[in-house]
């Protein structure tokens, strides 16, 4: 073999890169950020189909996802901080945010998300419970769902209705807002004119379907999980209405991601030569394979079959599970695709790079996990805090078994 | 050295030898400096670059570069320049200038490539028979007019400066990287000691006191000119008027400040 050839072989590059495009700028810190704001998003449209959509098979899961929907959002923003090369300078983006970056508004929609949007909703849905904790409740658990109560212990027919009506409304503003989480997060790739792969004004409506499909998808596992470690039933009638629709959602999401592909491979830019190349050379496994067959076409097909089958429910119920995780599969690999990927190939359009996940480091694998768990430990915390099946036995009564 | 050898030079007319000669050029140096200096020349002045005072940036000034492409021989000598003015890391993959050797075959895909920027110069070309042309094209942060680094900065580091120029504040930058997402042009790096952004400030500290940046007074060939664009007689304005014109990636609207000469087709 020539040598030149077998430095080829051994170069981890095909064609030219620009020098300074040899390091990857955004890595696996970068892809679990949207990963984990499409998950809040995505679980606090579930709530809010219960809420302001009155679909009432839903009820059994209204609580679990806002209390989801906030673990992950406290969780979201930390990949983002770690990430940064200063991470103590972080707070200027809101003390002192240049109102022209996408990125300087992500404080702002957050701030908004969590303070104006989240916490609310669930004070207010949780109040009454909170009195009647702060009541029963001794130690020093007392004095924290006291505090929780704000001084608002009204327990009056009046206050309720309040308390009710304020939650409505505070959920039809908060639809749009998880619209804008998400959107924007999309936003934030989609508008960099400089890459070809991120650059479509699809990316954003791309990005909060497939938030949606993530987030109902995580809010049902965790609702079975939930209901298993609780030796609890399952609700079938809610988790047949949450693969409908889930189903809805992967067939919107999917029918986007094939309108976004078909619309470039139509267009035929400049760069379609050097993304085709990135699709075959660089991501067929975590494009072609995990996003698309194991992680889209597979769930989908599992959850027409799960859901429309004729199966016992016990079936039905592993159908959800399983279609639960390719999703989850699918999204975090359509995330990698769009973070890692975009930096896969060279703006010169002439070249590939590559990158390898490091097990250590700040941008490992080890730290990317404890960031993937760590919301599910905050979740723990909060559900035993706010147990979100306080008032089980009256849902029961009031939802027919379909 | 025999005396006998000597003596022709005593006898016949008077002549200098080459040591005598180099020993009156060197004597007679800063003589004609003192003279060149009195007249207001200089050799900035010959190249028709004019000293300036220390000036604050403002509006009056718009800074901008030109390369000729025809006149680049890549030597590297910009790139090597850049590294030792701004201490820019050694590491191959953080650089503020680097040049591009296009090799165009005959048949079939250009090659373009640009080991350690350029810096050590460029192999052999392993074939020669079917190359069409081949040139070298040095490049740099564009120091566009309108920024797509500075639109994305969320804190506001990265900002144009009153006379044009695209320049990143050490102390504010967050290091977020969006700014090196969004650059059009691979120009802008990670700083693997300050973590934070950087790039070419076209040698500002230079610039400010009416020198050119490194880069340009380094280049063998004055392939790189330098100056304002606002200055009816500066160099850049001349090499604006007298070449066909080209600058990269135009269809971004970035409105580039880095113009380029008998640019082929494959240049982006």
């Known amino acids: 073999m020539e040598p030149t050839l077998v430095l080829a072989l051994l170069e981890p590059f095909n064609g030219y890169i620009y020098p300074n495009e040899y390091f990857l700028q955004w890595e696996l810190l970068i892809v679990l950020y949207p990963y984990l704001t499409g998950l809040v998003a995505g679980a606090f449209i579930l709530a809010s189909l219960e809420r302001v959509f009155h679909v009432k098979a839903l009820l059994p899961v209204y609580r679990l996802a806002l209390l989801s929907a906030l673990a992950f959002l406290i969780a979201a923003p930390l990949p983002l901080m770690a990430h940064l090369g200063h991470p103590e300078r972080a707070l200027e983006m809101l003390v002192t945010p240049h109102t022209a970056s996408a990125m300087a508004m992500f404080g702002f929609v957050y701030a908004w998300y969590l303070l104006v949007v989240l916490l609310l909703e669930i004070w207010f849905d949780y109040r009454a419970d909170i009195v009647n904790l702060s009541n029963s409740k001794t130690g020093l658990m007392k004095y924290v769902y006291k505090i929780l109560t704000l001084g608002a212990t009204d327990l009056s027919p009046e206050a309720l209705q309040f308390d009710e009506k304020a939650g409505r409304l505070i959920t039809i503003i908060g639809i749009p807002s998880a619209f804008m989480l998400h959107g924007y997060v999309g936003f934030i790739f989609g508008s960099i004119k400089a890459n070809p792969w991120w650059s479509s004004v699809l990316m954003p409506i791309v990005f909060l379907f497939s938030a949606i499909v993530s987030g109902m998808a995580a809010v049902l596992l965790i609702y079975m999980v939930a209901s298993w470690a609780r030796w609890k039933p399952i609700d079938m009638a809610c988790v047949n209405k949450l693969a409908e629709f889930l189903l809805y959602a992967m067939l919107v999401d999917f029918t986007l991601e094939i309108l976004d592909f078909i619309h470039r491979l139509y267009e035929s830019e400049e760069s379609i030569h050097i993304l085709s190349q990135l699709i075959s050379d660089r991501l067929f496994i975590s494009l072609i394979i995990s996003q698309v067959l194991i992680g889209g076409l597979l769930p989908l097909f599992g959850i027409l079959v799960g859901r429309y089958g004729k199966f016992p429910d016990e079936m039905r119920k592993m159908f959800y599970f399983l279609v639960g995780i390719l999703i989850q599969v699918g999204i975090f690999s359509m995330r990698w695709n769009v973070v890692i990927g975009g930096q896969m190939f060279s703006k010169s359009l002439r070249g590939l790079t590559t990158y390898k996940v490091h097990l250590m480091g700040i941008e490992g694998l080890l730290v990317s996990i404890g960031f993937l768990i760590l919301p599910l430990a905050v979740l723990f915390v909060l559900l035993r805090l706010l147990p979100p099946w306080l008032n089980e036995k009256s849902e029961e009564k009031a939802i027919p078994v379909a | ?268």
Request: some cysteine; charged content about 25%; glycine content about 6%.
């Open chain 2, 1 to 268: 050295m025999s005396m006998d050898m000597n003596d022709p030079m005593e006898k016949g007319p008077k002549r200098v030898g080459r040591r005598k000669f180099l020993d009156l050029v060197f004597k007679a140096m800063p003589a004609a400096g003192i003279t060149l200096g009195t007249c207001g020349l200089s050799i900035s002045s010959l190249r028709g670059e004019e000293e300036k005072k220390l000036e604050p940036p403002s509006e009056k000034n718009s800074y901008a570069m030109a390369v000729d492409i025809h006149k680049c021989i890549g030597c590297g000598r910009c790139a090597y320049a850049c590294k030792k003015e701004n201490k820019v890391p050694e590491d191959p993959h953080t650089v503020r200038t680097w040049v591009e050797r296009y090799v165009i075959p005959v048949e079939g895909e250009a090659l373009v490539d640009s080991p350690n920027g350029g810096i050590d110069g460029f192999p052999e070309l392993p074939e020669t028979k079917n190359i069409l042309k081949s040139f070298f094209v040095p490049k740099l942060c564009n120091h566009c007019a309108n920024p797509p680094c500075v639109q994305v900065c969320p804190v506001g580091a990265t900002f144009q400066t009153k006379d044009g120029v695209i320049l990143v504040d050490e102390k504010y930058c967050v290091g977020c990287r969006y700014c090196i997402q969004a650059c059009p042009y691979g120009a802008r790096y990670m700083h693997p000691v300050k973590h934070v952004a950087d790039k070419c400030t076209f040698c500002y500290h230079r610039i400010a006191k009416g020198l050119v940046p490194a880069c340009v007074e380094v280049c063998p060939t004055q392939a790189r000119v330098f100056g304002d664009l606002n200055r009816q007689s500066s160099p850049i304005r001349r090499f604006l008027r007298f070449n066909a014109i080209k600058a990269l990636k135009q269809e971004l609207n970035t409105r580039p400040k880095v113009f380029y000469a008998n640019a082929d087709l494959e240049v982006r």
